[in-house]
């Protein structure tokens, strides 16, 4: 037994009918206004989310390819000079993952060469000195600083507590 094939009529009939339905359900004099505003704003509203999206994606992509770039060419051309802004800057954000008190240690950096001040704990300074070697643009590390082996009262350092 074969299947038979709806004809076109019906399926034309089938589409008017449900073309007719939907001008009614949103020509409608009582409710039109209402469900013809529902589907505007939740056309727009993914509009705006599909273009803040594709907008985030971009800007991540871009920082993913200059974050290459700058990995190919310090691996293949060397390292890329660092200003001591920059370096000291870049030192001060890595301490803030390795040391408890962060804001007790000073940093200064003259042509690459580091200098670390103020106080931090005897378990993190080996792991300070051996992450802050290892960054680029680091050519030495001098410590001049005072290693507590705990702390009572959270230390008031930074700036103005240097241990230069």
Not at 65 to 91: H, K, M, Y
Not at 104 to 111: E, G, K, L, N, Q
């Amino acid at each position: 037994m074969t299947a038979r094939k709806a004809s076109p009529t019906i399926l034309s009939l089938i589409a008017a009918a449900g073309a007719g339905a939907a001008m009614m359900y949103f020509l409608d004099p009582s409710s039109g206004a209402r469900r013809r505003a529902r589907v505007r704003d939740g056309t727009s509203r993914v509009y705006r989310g599909t273009r803040e999206s594709a907008r985030k994606k971009a800007v991540d992509l871009r920082n993913r390819a200059q974050g290459w770039n700058a990995r190919l060419s310090r691996t293949f051309g060397g390292a890329v000079p660092v200003s001591d802004d920059v370096l000291a800057n870049r030192i001060r954000s890595q301490l803030g993952h390795l040391a408890t008190h962060a804001g007790a240690i000073d940093v200064r950096v003259a042509s690459g060469c580091v200098k670390l001040g103020g106080r931090v704990l005897l378990g993190e300074a080996a792991q300070i000195v051996a992450a802050i070697t290892s960054m680029d643009g680091v050519r030495s590390v001098d410590q001049n600083w005072a290693i507590a082996e705990e702390w009572a009262v959270a230390p008031t350092g930074g700036v103005g507590g240097s241990g230069f």
